[in-house]
């Protein structure tokens, strides 16, 4: 970046330099004080919590606590909770993208009749959550025995446009000449699709499906309506679920590295994956 | 805008389309259709028969105190929101856009919570306030100050506010420190050289230049506190004290699940309706004409 070397005059040298530095660090403490407490909360004992105030350092519980949690858990093994979380983050990732891919493919690249209101009725569902909809959708979910199931984790929240407008908008920017190419060589749309669109949409694709693995890592509210089943409740709600009713004292440790567990595979991809997930981040919003 | 090249026929389109059209009828147009039309009954105790009773459970609602103070706790609880994670957001970009090298460093550094979902913030920073074993309530009691949010109705929105804003910081700051990067150095080279100290340039250049993202932020926001936050409110709170922190969405899950009022909740889901859709309005009307220069 030459160019902002050039205008250095307008940055700060010297003192207020170091302002910055130290104002952004102060910054990033705060951002991560909770994080850190929870982790050193998850490695040390249950006695060391409850005797405020906690150490502010790691102690030497790491394996302990996270086999407990791990293995048994409170309610559930939190193994099987990750995995629960797995299934839900990917299938809504995976799902979303490949419905939204065709039926953007659809809007943009076919004329049919009815074109404008699928249309519509696809764009109505842009940003409603779910959660203005749960005792209906419930009930749906519920009439289909979904309850307790992937199914019934993944579907309603396939259910919005966001992907397809996405998707949309990269195919209007797809020159023309390659659909014409295409035609003229005789071939069928579904092998444009393939050869030429899909490879095209590759960054996107990974851009949007970091987006949408947090996003559905990170739901709450509906397993929370629909896993009763301790078995089936994913890691984000569970966690609550693990606090005792009552007075009783909560296990801290456990319930702490179950915490930095259901953190850090969203964690993992954000940082993995930075540009692109800024990217598909302003894409997406914007 | 239209494509000039399509492929002809309709029989293909329509079976692509078909996957996320019938998703979208069961499992968006269908309950969305069901929250309207509860809306207008009241179902008998035994949920065997429900009795129509037009807009009487919107007349209910409105005129009802509960209702009406979740109206206010959901704003409170927006602004307080949106303006602190806003804020600290806008401050770190300011600083981090100050630096030649090293913006990068804190950005990864920064990023995190985002990553972090609000039921698991709730999580967080419920331990460290916790009345019992909370390390930051513990050195509050040293100091003298006895945090209580169980009992003390305002800690307990302040509580709830701070772990809502806290992870919508890093997705603020990201934001701002592009809408900050885009803005050309020259024109701040040039309010530089007629002598404008900092302050006055990001007063009167930098924030008004920044003011598309900061507006496109703000909708964003109000949308987050809204809706996304209920991982928070109901791990940290569950609502109280006396439904201190009973936001919109919170009384929809409490009266709906909780207490089986379904007309109820179902009309208040429609309101919810409501103010997302003119939220959506504002945000793609106003976005587009009115923060452009």
């Known amino acids: 970046m030459a160019g902002r070397e050039q205008h250095g005059m307008v940055q700060k040298r010297g003192v207020g330099h170091w302002f910055t530095h130290l104002g952004l660090i102060i910054g990033v403490l ?46 559930a093994p939190v193994a099987k909770m ?76 396939i259910a919005s446009a966001t992907a397809t407008f996405l998707f949309r908008q990269f195919f209007m920017t797809v020159p023309d000449e390659l659909a014409e190419a295409a035609r003229v060589d005789g071939a069928r749309p579904m092998r444009f699709f393939w050869d030429i669109l899909l490879p095209m949409s590759r960054t996107n694709i990974a851009a949007l499906f970091v987006i949408l693995f947090i996003y559905g890592w990170n739901q ?34 456990v319930i702490m590295a179950t915490s930095i567990l259901a953190m850090l595979p969203p964690i993992i991809v954000v940082i993995s994956m930075q540009k692109l997930f800024i990217r598909g981040l302003v894409d997406s919003e914007k | 805008m239209e494509k000039r090249v399509t492929f002809k026929g309709w029989l293909l389109p329509i079976c692509l389309l078909l996957p996320q059209v019938i998703v979208t009828a069961v499992f968006f147009f269908y309950p969305a ?23 009487g459970n919107f007349e209910f609602l409105l005129g009802d ?34 630096l030649i090298k090293g913006s990068g460093v804190y950005r990864t550094l920064l990023i995190w919570p985002y990553a972090v979902a609000p039921a698991v913030a709730g999580v967080l920073w419920l331990f460290m306030f916790n009345t019992r074993v909370g390390v930051v309530s513990w050195y509050l009691g040293i100091l003298g100050y006895d945090w209580n949010h169980v009992l003390n109705e305002a800690e307990a929105m302040g509580l709830v506010v701070a772990a809502s804003s ?9 934001f701002f420190l592009a809408g900050l990067q885009a ?24 924030f008004p230049l920044l003011s598309p993202t900061t507006f496109f932020l703000l909708v964003v926001n109000i949308v987050y506190a809204f809706f996304e936050t209920f991982g928070v409110i109901h791990t940290i709170t569950s609502g109280g004290p006396q439904q201190a922190t009973t936001i919109l969405v ?13 007309g109820s909740s179902a009309a208040q889901s429609v309101i919810l309706l409501v103010v997302v859709g003119l939220l959506t309005v504002i945000q793609f009307k106003f976005i587009e004409r009115r923060v452009h220069y």
């Not at chain 1, 299934?87 to 953007?104: D, P, R, Y």
């Not at chain 1, 009439?143 to 199931?149: C, E, I, P």
């Open chain 1, 220 to 253: 709450y509210l509906w397993p929370l309506l629909i896993t009763t089943d301790p078995s089936m409740n994913t890691i984000v709600m569970g966690i609550k679920q693990m606090f005792p009713s009552g007075d009783d004292i909560a296990d801290w440790p």
């Open chain 2, 250 to 262: 919170y009384k929809v899950f409490a009266d709906g699940f909780v207490g089986q009022d379904l």
């Open chain 2, 65 to 98: 105190p509960y209702y009406r103070a979740a109206f206010t706790t959901t704003a409170v609880f927006s602004i307080l929101v949106t303006v602190a994670s806003l804020g600290m957001a806008l401050f770190l970009a300011v600083l981090a856009d100050r």
């Open chain 1, 82 to 157: 990750l995995l629960n979380s797995f299934v839900m983050a990917m299938g809504i990732a995976l799902g979303k993208i490949l419905i939204s891919l065709l039926s953007a493919f659809a809007i943009v690249y076919f004329r049919f009749p009815g074109r404008k209101v699928f249309f519509w009725l696809i764009f109505l569902t842009l940003m409603l959550p779910v959660e203005v909809r749960i005792v209906p959708t419930y009930e749906v979910v519920a009439g289909f025995g979904m309850l307790n199931s992937y199914s019934g984790l993944i579907f309603p929240l």
């Open chain 1, 30 to 75: 705060i951002i991560f004080f909770p994080i850190w407490l929870a982790f050193v909360a998850s490695t040390v004992t249950q006695p060391e919590i409850v005797h405020p105030p906690m150490p502010l350092w790691p102690g030497d519980q790491f394996f302990n606590n996270y086999r407990d949690a791990l293995v048994s858990g409170v309610n």
């Open chain 2, 166 to 174: 806290w992870g919508r910081v890093s997705y603020n700051f990201l």
């Open chain 2, 183 to 206: 803005i050309p150095k020259s024109v701040i080279e040039a309010a530089a050289i007629d002598g404008a100290r900092f302050w006055t340039r990001f007063r009167t250049i930098v």
């Open chain 2, 33 to 55: 259709g069901q929250a309207v039309w509860q809306s207008l009954f009241i179902p008998d105790p035994f949920g065997l028969k429900s009795q129509f009773v037009g807009l």
